[in-house]
């Protein structure tokens, strides 16, 4: 809802023909929660972009320069000749009048776009400890940004460039609030999960985390968890065969056996042999050792 009536008023103030609120994920691809636009343009919300469409050195510009607006993409670009007797090339990185590069022309020319205004959205990061004395301080994170498009060329003056940014830091201030919140709870939520898991250990250990509830998938967000104990078998949700999980665990003792366990986003890319078998429903995997030869899989 916030979303909503942020790209709503950005666009009753900017008139640009489309107003986007993108959310960056855990893995940095972003996502299209919030739109507001002309209602005969073809309808971005829900959308999902790779993490590659805005690279890091981008994002950390984002970070240092809060807006973004490129005029007309299909202006010629003007050179800047440099005095001789600088000893430095001049870096335009900070430059409102830069032109874009060749690449985000063609990317914004196939979306349609002519013009475009983007800016970022940051919140705090985990605080760190720095420096002997253990000081604290918060390290700001690219949360999102709000992307506007427009199908001809268009430019944004000052003032009201300074009054989206000025919205942009309020908006900023509340995410920030209601990420912490979210963050919170969760941990509440994973502490009173832990403490109920722990004590059915205690009880009927290892097979009642299974069987009971709550149970290990509260515990880790996944689709689907399994125990392989014993030479038995627990499956929730969505996992690979019995036949599947036994081989996995083979190839951990083989491979990670001096390891307490393994985490990864891609059993192919971590190199286990079998992963094209485990087809679309199975990539990921977070496995931990409870003995020399039993393992707990989500």
Known sequence: LLCDV??????????????????FHEDEHGEVIAECRRSDLEPYLGLHYPATDIPQASRFL?????????CDCTAPPVNVIQDKRLAE???????????????????????????????????????EETGSDHQQHKVRKLWGLVVCHHTSPRFVPFPLRYA???????????????????AQAKEKHILRTQTLLCDMLLRDAPIGIFTQSPNVTDLVKCHG???????????????PSESQIKDIAAWLLEYH??????????L???????????????????????????????
């Open 164 to 182: 989206c940014e000025f919205l942009l830091q309020v908006f900023s201030i509340q995410i920030n609030k209601e990420v912490e919140l979210q």
């Open 62 to 70: 984002f970070l240092k320069n809060k807006v973004r607006m490129i």
């Open 268 to 298: 192919a890319e971590a190199g286990y042999p079998g992963a094209s078998a485990l087809g679309d429903a199975v990539c990921g995997m977070a496995a931990i050792k409870i003995t020399s030869k039993d393992f707990m899989f989500w």
């Open 6 to 23: 942020l790209v709503r008023e950005v666009s009753e103030l900017t008139g640009y023909d489309r107003v986007m609120a993108y959310m």
């Open 225 to 239: 968890a399994a125990l392989y104990y014993k030479n038995q078998f627990w499956l929730l949700g969505t996992t």
């Open 89 to 127: 090339p001049l870096i335009l990185s900070g430059s409102t009048l830069r032109a874009p590069h060749g690449c985000h022309a063609q990317y914004m020319a196939n979306m349609g776009s002519i013009a475009s205004l983007v800016m970022s959205v940051t919140i705090n990061e985990d605080e």
């Open 257 to 266: 056996d001096g390891s307490t366990g393994l985490s990864t986003d891609s």
